[in-house]
């Protein structure tokens, strides 16, 4: 199995966005731990094997985060399976799983599979209307749900989301001090080498995604800021 829990710094492609080779390149030649690919929409089977494609020119692992069937492409290091653990529309916890292992559990190598416990903090994000994810009201709920993921679930990983707005440390350090003896990872709003240090002082592994594609310079200044500490 890949060794995520030596990760602290990834990347996250979004397979329906544009990035050219010499960014591409310098994302992978960076210094991350590992590229993540993953969207909330218009990830198709295409768009998700011609990126992949690509970032299997560099060594940097490459890890799929499944958010539709339609776009299981083989051959990633290893694939990011999410829980919606305050999913809204019970359906998103649960069904999409057991269509996915109906339709492809014979092919599954279980050695590449990682669960994550997926809490979405941004209520206003693409992904929190499309699950009618419950708002978390404090850090109390915050830690009660990473102990959900981490003690009841008992899953490896555990997934605050905040979708391109940067998040509340003190709600991060909530999950952290819930998710115990799991992963946790933060992914939202990271658009300098100040704020990744500032969540990559409380999260085991960041995940810097929008920024990318607005500013690439400060997308690979958040490197060494997490390398460093």
Request: aromatic share 10%; hydrophobic share 45%.
């Amino acid at each position: 199995m890949i060794d995520y829990r030596s990760w602290r710094h990834t990347f996250k492609l979004d397979p329906d966005k544009t990035i050219d080779d010499a960014a591409l390149e310098a994302l992978c030649d960076s210094g991350t731990d590992a590229i993540i690919v993953g969207g909330t929409f218009g990830v198709t089977y295409d768009n998700t094997l011609e990126l992949m494609s690509r970032i299997r020119r560099f060594a940097v692992p490459a890890v799929l985060e499944i958010s539709s069937l339609d776009a299981v492409v083989p051959g990633f290091d290893a694939y990011l399976i999410p829980l919606v653990i305050n999913a809204g529309d019970a359906d998103w916890l649960f069904t999409p799983h057991v269509s996915g292992l109906k339709a492809y559990g014979s092919y599954i190598h279980w050695d590449e599979i990682i669960t994550e416990g997926y809490l979405v903090a941004n209520p206003d994000s693409g992904v929190a209307r499309l699950t009618k994810a419950r708002p978390i009201e404090n850090a109390a709920e915050a830690k009660a749900y990473a102990q959900v993921a981490a003690k009841i679930c008992r899953l490896p990983i555990v997934y605050l989301e905040y979708s391109g707005t940067y998040g509340d440390p003190t709600i991060v350090q909530a999950c952290r001090n819930g998710a115990a003896d799991a992963h946790l990872f933060y992914g939202g709003g990271i658009r300098s080498a100040e704020q990744a240090a500032e969540m990559a002082a409380v999260a085991d592994t960041i995940v810097v995604g929008n920024i990318i594609y607005e500013d690439l310079e400060a997308a690979l200044g958040t490197v060494p800021a997490v390398k460093a500490r």
